[in-house]
Antibody, heavy 122, light 108 residues
Framework: QVQLVQSGAEVKKPGASVKVSCKAS????????VHWVRQAPGQGLEWMGV????????NYAQKLQGRVTMTRDTSTSTDYMELSSLRSEDTAVYYC???????????????WGQGTLVTVSS | SSELTQDPAVSVALGQTVRITCQGD??????ASWYQQKPGQAPVLVIY???NRPSGIPDRFSGSSSGNTASLTITGAQAEDEADYYC???????????FGGGTKLTVL
């Protein structure tokens, strides 16, 4: 079945970087975009960015520009999201999700990874 | 603040019908998709496109759109529908994507 499996929880100090992985299975990896979404404790969902099927193009949320990098390894069907200069406000569950779209009018995310908790604390 | 606006909380009596709305300028051009999230779980897609349900989503869930407003309707709400619901679409610039702030649904 179509599935995204993420790496495990991380604890980082302020100023450090974290790299979360998302391994895809059950579909043609190089045919789909993947988005990253995060959710701070008790808060809503926040779109972070997207990477294209070949990994040659990315589009990041303005507030994360300069700190976030999304990459992919097509040989292992794995996406990566790296966030640098971590601060306490980056403490959140980070999700990857596969993009689906129709005719430039409709986009939806399905399936989602199980989520990776990143805790930033001194 | 989000470019897609949702009511923070809505309640419905068991078995009754509830509509959850999402407002934003981009919804005049793009459809929204809807996600259900229960505590400690990843979001789950419930509606996409004009009014499409993924397999496994009960037919009591439906979607509609008019002007700048997208709606998720649950006809005959069940106790298991108590959750947070989020809408998602392109932002008003068309360059990025955005989630609504979320609606907490309580089934009484």
């Amino acid at each position: 079945q179509v599935q995204l499996v993420q790496s495990g929880a991380e604890v980082k100090k302020p100023g450090a970087s974290v790299k979360v992985s998302c391994k895809a299975s059950g579909y043609t990896f190089t045919s789909y975009y993947v988005h990253w979404v995060r959710q701070a404790p008790g808060q809503g969902l926040e779109w972070m960015g997207v990477i294209n099927p070949s990994g040659s193009w990315t589009n990041y949320a303005q507030k994360l520009q300069g700190r976030v990098t999304m990459t992919r390894d097509t040989s292992t069907s794995t996406d990566y999201m790296e966030l640098s200069s971590l601060r306490s406000e980056d403490t959140a569950v980070y999700y990857c999700a596969r993009d689906n779209s129709v005719a430039g009018t409709s986009w939806w995310l399905d399936p989602w990874g199980q989520g990776t908790l990143v805790t930033v604390s001194s | 603040s989000s470019e897609l606006t949702q009511d923070p909380a809505v309640s419905v009596a068991l078995g009754q019908t509830v509509r959850i709305t999402c407002q934003g300028d981009s919804l005049r051009s793009y459809y929204a998709s809807w996600y259900q999230q229960k505590p400690g779980q990843a979001p789950v897609l419930v509606i996409y496109g004009k009014n499409n349900r993924p397999s496994g989503i009960p037919d009591r869930f439906s979607g509609s759109s008019s002007g700048n407003t997208a709606s998720l309707t649950i006809t005959g709400a069940q106790a298991e529908d108590e959750a947070d619901y989020y809408c998602y679409s392109r932002d008003s610039s068309g360059h990025h994507w955005v989630f609504g702030g979320g609606t907490k649904l309580t089934v009484l």
